[in-house]
């Protein structure tokens, strides 16, 4: 573990600790790393009484807080497992949290634990969303949808691909982008907890327990499905997702969500709602790459490629883009492929 004398923050964090009530019967000197994220905040945990709690820390002028505290509410109102807070202070954006464990779903699951913890995901999510009122989260709206699918060309196409989009290129890019925006905007809208993926569930009691979720939003209801099925760090065989996905569409329509009668049209909005999100995190993996200089994300980039190349070559609608990717990636089209 870092040297409190060399990171400032840490040595800040350890003293917000041994201020809080004894009562916590804290022991700031057990901080050791529980995890970090894409983004700036880093996680510690730390020994208290009997158990063990999560320190997050999250520079004020790098990271906003409050979301992090209004979604935990609604996570909880909604019958959901996410981390309690035990005490806060946003101005210097340290919040202790109630410590959930420390297996996620992404290291538990196999071939034997798939579909029950799957399960239990689709089960979570179905309370999250049956629990949506519009104006308590920020829209997921066209504006942005726009900058998320923007992250494609200007992070990876341009900067990591080093590759400058030729105006043919553009107008193909631009009009799937369109296409994909006007099919996202199409969807019932809930709550979208926006990376509800097995790296960010936890096995716990109740199952799952619920991370990473300060980014919710609302709208389509299909992104969050996408998210747990067409994971960053873990891929399924088609067949697989095909039935998760069957569960959660049958399950959602008993519940009552706006989630359509035929399954067919209800896949489609998935796969759509899918590419936007595929096309976002190659951006972001590059972004992450290149700006924040965590190189290790980049080594699933060749996942969403696979992700983007699939979905594009079904769609007769996406063939434009199906061919810009393979330019991009310098791969040959397959001989007799038609759209």
């Known amino acids: 573990m870092t040297e409190p004398a060399s990171d400032p923050r840490l040595l800040q964090l350890q003293r917000w600790l041994a201020s809080l009530p004894p009562s916590l019967r804290l022991a700031p000197e057990s901080l050791r790393p529980a995890s970090a994220d894409a983004s700036f905040r880093r996680y510690f945990r730390l020994d208290a009484a009997n158990a063990t709690l999560v320190a997050m820390d999250a520079p004020p002028d790098r990271e906003d807080s409050r979301p992090f505290v209004h979604v935990a509410r609604l996570l909880h109102a909604a019958g959901l497992n996410a981390p309690r807070i035990v005490a806060q202070d946003l101005a210097q954006g340290f919040l202790l949290l109630t410590d959930l464990g420390t297996t996620t779903y992404l290291t538990a699951l196999n071939g034997g634990a798939a579909d029950a913890l799957f399960a239990d995901a689709i089960d979570a999510l179905i309370k999250w969303q049956l629990a949506s009122r519009a104006d308590e989260l920020p829209p997921y709206d066209e504006a942005l949808l726009r900058r998320e699918l923007m992250l494609y060309p200007d992070w990876y ?102 989630v359509g009668t035929d399954f067919a049209d209800f896949w489609r909005a998935f796969e759509w709602m899918g590419l936007q999100r595929h096309l976002k995190v190659l951006g972001i993996f590059a972004r992450i790459n290149y700006r924040d200089g965590k190189p290790h994300y980049l080594a699933d980039t060749p996942r969403f490629v696979a992700y983007v190349r699939s979905v594009t070559h079904r769609y007769v609608a996406l063939a434009p883009l199906a061919r810009l990717v393979d330019e991009l990636e310098g791969v040959e089209r397959r001989a007799g492929l038609t759209f």
């Not at 099919?183 to 979208?192: D, M, S, T």
């Not at 996408?226 to 069957?246: G, H, K, N, P, Q």
């Open 157 to 258: 196409v341009a900067r990591h691909l080093q590759c400058t989009l030729t105006l043919s290129q553009q107008q193909a890019l631009e009009g799937a982008f369109r296409a994909i925006l006007d099919a996202c905007l199409a969807q019932p809208r809930v709550y979208v907890h926006r990376d509800y993926m097995p790296r960010n569930l936890m096995v716990s009691d109740p199952n799952p327990g619920v991370l990473d979720f300060q980014d919710a939003v609302y709208g389509p209801v299909t992104y969050d499905v996408v998210s747990l099925f067409r994971d960053a760090f873990v891929s399924w065989d088609e067949e697989r997702v095909l039935d998760w996905t069957i569960r959660y569409w049958e399950k959602a329509r008993r519940a009552g969500l706006p």
